[in-house]
């Protein structure tokens, strides 16, 4: 297990040892979230890696990853716990089979840990190896008010009460991570108990960091195009701009398909690892990816 990092600079190297390129003011924050062990809200774009900082903080510091999926209709006992009725009707079951089950030493038995399915928010406040998880609670924008509401209260505690067994609480907090997509607004209650961070597209120098983490067999050449190009068609008028991954996707498919450089035959043929919409697919039929194409390559010559 690795220690907490001492300063940003740490923050960053610690990242980059998990292919992941973190600009100061994120390493910033995620410094002080780990030092002050307050919540981090990261909010943006799709496909601009807030998930992924997660999985790359957990696995630089040596930490188990807990991730609770958010979705519409959440409830608590998805994201707390749950009791195994399945097991628990067996037990009554064969309790009945072996005649005069006790009803109290039965219900005694029926609500203890062999019992309980512990969900995500429940598992993380439980001790783990290495020390304290880390707790991605992912896209939280798509849950809704109360469940919102129920999770300031998670977050304030950090403990957990089940009725049956008592509180439970975190021998020590966990480092939490929320993220959110705003497709809708996340409430001011629980973005103040957070440090916030929009995570913006990157720009020229950082996208060509982090193809070469990820795609580091692409030639400079071809990354300098690819990231020109994906910048550049950026600023074009789509329903859903491409994000970092989609960057990543295309390099790999350009290498998969042996390309030295972008062509607009070859940009026609692989845009759908660029864009996933027909409308801005169609967008970029006939002349318009060689008119971006010529714009990314002035671009890149005018350095
Ligand atoms: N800064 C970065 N450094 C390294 N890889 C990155 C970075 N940002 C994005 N990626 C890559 O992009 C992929 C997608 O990132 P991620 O899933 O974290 O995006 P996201 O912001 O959570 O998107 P969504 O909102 O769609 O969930 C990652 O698997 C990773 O490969
Ligand atoms: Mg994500």
Sequence with gaps: MSHEPGSIDAVQELLAGE???????????VFLAL?????????????????EIAKALAAALGRKLIRLQCY???DAASAVYEWNFAEQMIAIRTAEAAGGADRTALKAELFTEE???ARPLLQ??????GGAPVLLIDEIDRTDAPFEAFLLEALSDFAVTIPELGTIAAPERPIVILTSNRTREVHDALKRRCLYHWVEYPDFEREMEVLAARVPEASDRLSREVVAFVQRLRTEDLFKRPGVAETIDWAKCLLALDMME??????ADTLGALL?????????QGSEAARILDEARGALAAG
């Design 35 to 51: 030092r002050l062990g307050r919540p981090l809200f990261l909010e943006g774009e799709a496909g601009t890696g807030k998930t």
């Design 276 to 284: 996933k919409y027909q409308d801005d697919i169609a967008a970029l």
């Design 115 to 117: 019992y309980l399915i």
């Design 262 to 267: 972008l062509s607009p035959q070859v940009i």
């Design 124 to 129: 993380a406040m439980r001790p783990q190896p």
């Design 19 to 29: 292919a992941y390129v973190c600009g100061r003011p994120l390493a910033t924050l």
């Design 72 to 74: 519409e209709g959440l």
